[in-house]
C-alpha cells in the first residue's frame, strides 16, 4: 500500500513569517510531486510541481524534494492570512496513472 | 478555457435513490478520475479511465459505476445511495502518462444522503 503523510495541523504562523510544510511517501519509484491548495469548500489548486532533487522557486513558494529520504516540502516566505488554507501533498504512483494524496497540512496565518 | 467541468454542484438524495455526477473536460486529456473527500480522509480515488475505453477500480470502488462515454467525459453512478456515500466528490483529468503534468480538478459535487 502506497502512503504519503503530512501532519494534519493546524500549523499556525504569523503574518510574514515562513511557513514550512512537509510530506513523506513510501513509493521510491515516484517521479512526479506535486503540492495543491485547497480553501475550504472549494477544489484543490495547482501551485508547485517538483520532478527532480533540490529547491524549485516560484515566487513566494519554494518546492524542496529529497529522493534519497523520501521527503518534499513546501515553504512560503513572507506568509499572508490569504494563505490560510489546506495544503495537499501528491505523489505519483510508479507504473500507473494514478496519484496518492496526502490527507494535507492545515495552515493558519495569523494576521 | 473551462478545464474540468462537474455537474450538478449540489445534491441531495434519499437512500436507495440513484443518480449520476457528470464531468467533462476540454483539455484533450486522456486520464480521467472520480475521487471523494470527507474530512480527515483527504482524496480517496474511487474510480480511474487511463483512456478512453478503459476504466479500473481505484480505493473505495463500492456502490460505485463508471463510464468513460468518450475522450471527454467520464461519468459516476450510485445506483442505489447510501448514508455513508454522503462526500464532496471530485473529478480530475491528466495529459496522460509519459509527461510531468499535474492533474487539473473541477469544482466539485457536494452529495448529501438522508
Known amino acids: 500500500q502506497k502512503e504519503v503523510e503530512q501532519n494534519s495541523g493546524p500549523l499556525s504562523v504569523p503574518e510574514g513569517a515562513i511557513a514550512s510544510l512537509n510530506c513523506t511517501y513510501s513509493d521510491r519509484g515516484s517521479q512526479s510531486f506535486f503540492w495543491y491548495r485547497q480553501y475550504s469548500g472549494k477544489s484543490p489548486e495547482l501551485i508547485m510541481s517538483i520532478y527532480s532533487n533540490g529547491d524549485k522557486e516560484d515566487g513566494r513558494f519554494t518546492a524542496q524534494l529529497n529522493k534519497a529520504s523520501q521527503y518534499v516540502s513546501l515553504l512560503i516566505r513572507d506568509s499572508q492570512p490569504s494563505d490560510s488554507a489546506t495544503y495537499l501533498c501528491?505523489?505519483?504512483?510508479?507504473?500507473?496513472?494514478?496519484?496518492?494524496f496526502g490527507t494535507g497540512t492545515r495552515l493558519k496565518v495569523l494576521a | 478555457n473551462a478545464g474540468v467541468t462537474q455537474t450538478p454542484k449540489f445534491q441531495v438524495l434519499k437512500t436507495g435513490q440513484s443518480m449520476t455526477l457528470q464531468c467533462a473536460q476540454d483539455?484533450?486529456?486522456?486520464?480521467m478520475y472520480w475521487y471523494r473527500q470527507d474530512p480527515g480522509m483527504g482524496l480517496r480515488l474511487i474510480y480511474y479511465?487511463?483512456?478512453?475505453?478503459?476504466?479500473d477500480k481505484g480505493e473505495v470502488p463500492n456502490g460505485y459505476n463508471v463510464s468513460r462515454l468518450n475522450k471527454r467525459e467520464f461519468s459516476l453512478r450510485l445506483e442505489s445511495a447510501a448514508p455513508s456515500q454522503t462526500s464532496v466528490y471530485f473529478c480530475?483529468?491528466?495529459?496522460?502518462?509519459?509527461?510531468?503534468?499535474?492533474?487539473?480538478f473541477g469544482d466539485g459535487t457536494r452529495l448529501s444522503i438522508l
Open positions: 501528491a505523489v505519483s504512483i510508479s507504473g500507473t496513472y494514478k496519484y496518492i
Open positions: 483539455m484533450n486529456h486522456n486520464s
Open positions: 479511465s487511463a483512456s478512453e475505453g478503459t476504466t
Open positions: 480530475a483529468s491528466w495529459v496522460g502518462q509519459g509527461g510531468n503534468q499535474p492533474q487539473h
